[in-house]
């Protein structure tokens, strides 16, 4: 039987070779199924998974970060690259 979304083989094998996935939250993030479906799979490979705001508005988070414990984070490059480097030790 044919994989019904078959983008997932693909997007598994990117999320197997990067040590972490981060999520960049818009205004709609959280209705994407396909970004709450790598989040999960992010997780579920023991990827560190960190969470960006895109936007001021944003209010709304992908369903996904929630389950896994992940708040987005102000969009500020020294306190992302610090984050990445201090949970990646």
């Known amino acids: ?8 083989p693909e997007v ?10 981060i999520c960049m939250v818009g205004d709609t993030t959280y209705q994407s199924e ?7 799979k992010s997780a579920d490979l023991g990827k560190l998974v960190l969470a ?3 936007e001021s508005t944003a209010v709304s988070i992908p369903p996904a ?15 992302i690259v610090k984050e990445l480097y201090d949970r990646q030790r």
């Open 1 to 8: 039987m044919p994989c019904r979304d078959p983008w997932k």
């Open 12 to 21: 598994e094998g990117i999320i197997r070779s990067c040590s972490a996935t």
């Open 34 to 40: 396909p970004v709450n479906w790598e989040i999960r």
């Open 52 to 54: 960006v705001y895109l």
């Open 65 to 79: 970060l929630s389950e896994i414990g992940v708040t987005p984070m102000r969009w500020n490059v020294r306190a």
